[in-house]
């Protein structure tokens, strides 16, 4: 596969806010990093900040691990076991009530783990060293005004509280004057700090989007500038769930998410790695409807009517053979996280086919004309399964 976006040019990065789901950021780095993408600037607040620190320090597989390991007394003073029960909703009502409302009167939960987290990941002489800039976003409550920091630029005594600020999630998180100043999360004001790039005249921005909660600060974008935008498809989860568990599946989507982007991969729920024009699928589902008229016919009726069963808007031929497949996929619970080609799905769907009801006349009708059509083909050919096409990683 080659990237559909220009590798030669510099990127800007954009880390939202947004606690736990801060996973997600680093599978999306993994994937620049494999496209070969140049990264010029970082701007990031809350948990993005904190990450990216780790990628101007260049280092994805230390940044992997504390993710992989991370646990909720990592970054929270708070026993593990009971805030995954509460989080989970598996307390008794009375003792979840009891444990909020304490977490409250004490004004929040302690984050000196955090300030342990950060000592142990961020090297301030490797960050400021970097050749990768890094603006930080957090607000001055005591002067009531937002800063944007470079980390660069910075006393290196102070890099680490800065971070620390950054991510003082109020009021859930207790605070701490640093300093003899309090501040608050960034995302308070701008939880996606595109600004900071932007009037430092970067023209081609990656945002990578995890939808934490904060004010999307509007911003003008010049005419020469680029923002393209990597989102997940899935729900990254609360943002102080620091379960490793979802830590990893959150890496995994945020990984493969940026791969879809940066290879203009196909499909809604998969990877789709697809190269067929409209011709091509017009007669996959032409041959799919054989018996049932004219091609004329098929072309009058049977799309539109597929389109609103997967309840497709904007269709094209592709767009409904893939959605077809894709739907049938997930009946089949094909397995999500990998690149398919169109027929490496298909595959995948006829080796998993076990998984549908026994009952065909209880399949979606797209289901056994799609699967019909493969035990047709199977019935005709004896190819090795390699030359019908198989997965790529």
């Keep these: 596969m080659r990237p559909v976006i220009d590798v030669t040019k510099e990127y800007g990065v954009v880390l939202e806010g947004g606690g736990a789901r801060g996973a997600y950021q680093i599978g999306a780095w993994k994937a620049f990093r494999e496209a070969g993408v140049k990264i010029s600037g970082i701007a990031g607040t809350s948990v993005g900040a904190l990450n990216g ?10 940044a992997e691990h504390i993710w992989e390991t991370i646990s909720y007394s ?10 995954k029960l509460l989080l989970e909703k598996r307390l008794r009502p009375k003792e979840a009530v009891k444990s909020i409302l304490g977490i409250f009167q004490e004004g929040g939960m302690d ?18 060293a970097s050749s990768i800039p890094l603006y930080v976003s957090t607000f001055n409550v005591d002067e009531f005004r937002e800063l944007d920091v470079d980390m660069q ?57 995890i939808f934490g909660p904060g004010r999307d600060k509007p911003v003008k974008i010049p005419a020469d500038t680029s923002v393209f935008y990597i989102e997940p498809r899935i729900d990254l989860g609360n943002i102080i769930d620091f379960d490793p568990e979802k830590s990893r599946r959150n890496m995994t989507a945020g990984y493969y998410d940026a791969m879809r982007f940066l290879y203009g991969l196909e499909g809604i729920i998969y990877y ?19 018996g049932d008229g004219t091609l004329r016919h098929f072309i009058e009726t049977t799309p539109a009517k597929l389109a609103l069963e997967l309840k497709l808007t904007n269709w094209d031929y592709r767009k409904l053979y893939l959605g077809m497949l894709e739907a049938v996929a997930k009946l089949c619970r094909v397995p ?6 169109p027929e490496g799905l ?11 009801p026994e009952d065909e006349s209880t399949w979606p009708e797209f289901a056994r004309r799609l699967i019909g059509s493969k035990r047709k083909a199977s019935g005709e050919k004896s190819e090795d399964s390699s030359k019908r096409g198989g997965t790529r990683q």
């Excluded at 620190?53 to 230390?62: E, F, I, K, N, V």
């Excluded at 984050?111 to 400021?128: A, Y």
């Excluded at 620390?164 to 999360?185: C, Q």
């Design 346 to 356: 298909l595959e995948a769907v006829w080796e998993q086919q076990g998984a549908l």
């Design 53 to 62: 620190a780790m990628m101007c320090m260049g280092d994805l597989s230390r």
């Design 74 to 83: 990592k970054v929270m003073d708070v026993d593990d076991e009971k805030m």
């Design 336 to 341: 999500k996280y990998r690149i398919y080609t």
């Design 111 to 128: 984050v000196t783990p955090l300030r342990r987290l950060i000592d142990e990941c961020v090297d301030v002489e490797k960050l400021q």
């Design 153 to 209: 630029e910075l006393d290196a005594e102070l890099v680490k509280d800065i971070l620390l600020a950054s991510a003082y999630l109020f009021p859930l998180f207790k605070n701490e004057k640093l300093h003899g100043k309090t501040y608050i999360d960034g995302g308070a004001i701008d939880n996606v700090p595109l600004e900071p790039l932007v009037k430092r005249g970067y023209q081609n921005i990656l945002v990578v989007r």
């Design 272 to 290: 789709i790695d697809d190269d067929k024009d409209e011709q091509y699928y017009l007669e996959k589902l032409a041959a799919m409807h054989e």
